[in-house]
């Protein structure tokens, strides 16, 4: 008889990275790095976070964990095929061993990656395209958080992001700075029109933008530390299914030293 060994390993958490357009998980190989912690990919698409400072003994005992300081571990996403922007993000732990608890360890964190220029675009998107300049130097914008609001109601419709990068990275282009493409997903090809004037069936939608800009002196952010920021509002644009509506003026904003 062939005897079995029984290995007990306790896994920190698990992260599962979201296209921020669609929400469907990201399927190509990230990078991630952290100085604090380290990862493995399972098929299913899970990051899983195997080992962290300060978590040796943790994850040594499956039964009887011993109690960790919180800690926050900051990582750094990059994707090899240039579709998606790099970013950061900070994973608290450690996670809640209480399976029913909205941040348990057996539930993975989904953290939102947003599409660069290179990536493809679905033809029955709607997208914005427009250029950011500084309203001082007129100097191409180098990073910002764009939200695309329903006008009428404010309802979130997408969200996109301006990031020039590290020079060295697969998403930075000297001729891509400043040129931003904001995604939009579900604008239908004929709605009701939610004003009560003119026609009852419209055929596109007037969406405004709202613009947080960020800091040019870096070169990689985490976007979720904007996401509550007020931003400068223009606009509106009308936007229709499958159609790229170009805004053919740059539009000046302040940008934050």
Not at 52 to 71: H, I, K, Q, S, W
Not at 186 to 202: D, E, H, K, M, N
């Amino acid at each position: 008889m062939t005897a079995i060994d029984r290995v007990d390993r306790r896994y920190i958490a698990g992260v599962i990275f979201e296209d921020a357009t669609t929400g469907a998980p990201v399927r190509g190989p990230l990078r991630l790095s952290s100085t604090n912690a380290s990862f493995f990919l399972t098929t299913g698409g899970v990051y899983v976070v195997k080992s962290a400072l300060g978590f040796e003994a943790y994850v040594d005992e499956f039964d009887n964990p011993p109690v960790v300081a919180p800690v926050e571990v900051e990582v750094f996403i990059t994707d090899p095929a240039g579709l998606y922007f790099p970013r950061l993000f900070t994973l608290a732990l450690p996670r809640s061993l209480n399976p029913t608890q909205a941040n348990a360890v057996v539930q993975p964190i989904r953290v939102p990656l947003f599409r660069s220029l290179a990536a493809p675009l679905n033809p029955n998107w709607s997208v914005i395209d427009a250029t950011l300049i500084d309203n001082v130097t007129g100097a191409p914008v180098r990073n910002a958080l764009v939200r695309a609001l329903r006008n009428v109601d404010s309802v979130l419709l997408g969200t996109a992001l301006l990031m020039a990068g590290a020079p060295d990275s697969p998403t930075s282009s000297p001729r891509t700075i400043g040129q931003l493409a904001v995604p939009i997903v579900g604008i239908p090809v004929v709605a009701w029109s939610g004003t009560g004037q003119g026609s009852v069936l419209i055929s596109s939608v007037p969406v405004r933008l709202e613009i947080v800009t960020i800091s040019p002196s870096l070169s990689v952010f985490d976007p979720s530390q904007f996401s509550a920021a007020a931003g400068v509002s223009v606009g509106p644009f009308d936007v229709s299914s499958g159609r790229r509506t170009k805004v053919a003026a740059p539009l000046q904003v302040t940008v934050p030293s």
